[in-house]
């Protein structure tokens, strides 16, 4: 009986877990759709209709794992995406400091702009096409 009851909370749990990891995703693609796709595109192929205007192209981030592994280095990314602390692979800044622009929203504060940077970096790395790999390996050239 106990073992059943055990099994039963350990699947709630995962089942849990799995719907969060889910909902992140949702909401990573929706910010991800209302901030980067103008750049990067719908798909994250660097596409995006101001892409043609811009000095440097768009990275496609659906092939960030080709250059910083499978799954991602999630602070690594978060970093990029924040754009306050310095990333010395990342190269010149071409990309807005969304860490600063989220936080000066109305509704922005730091724990908020972290939670939805976080958000970002899971739907990225959901649209990743390279292979996952056994751990995550971070290459120091940008």
Wanted: proline share 6%.
């Amino acid at each position: 009986m106990k073992k059943g009851i055990l099994g039963l909370v350990g699947s709630l749990l995962i089942a849990t877990v799995t719907s969060v990891a889910a909902g992140d995703v949702a909401q990573g693609r929706a910010a991800y759709l209302q901030y980067c796709a103008s750049c990067h595109g719908l798909t994250g192929d660097g596409n995006g209709p101001m892409a043609r205007i811009l000095t440097t192209p768009p990275a496609n981030l659906r092939r960030l794992s080709e250059r910083y592994g499978n799954p991602l280095p999630e602070k690594q990314i978060a970093q990029f995406i924040d754009g306050r602390a310095e990333v010395e692979a990342h190269g010149p800044r071409d990309m807005p400091v969304w860490g600063d622009r989220l936080s000066a929203e109305p509704t922005g504060s730091e724990r908020k702009t972290q939670e939805l940077i976080a958000k970002l970096v899971a739907y990225l790395q959901s649209i990743q096409t390279g292979p996952r790999t056994a751990s995550s390996r971070v290459r120091k050239s940008a």
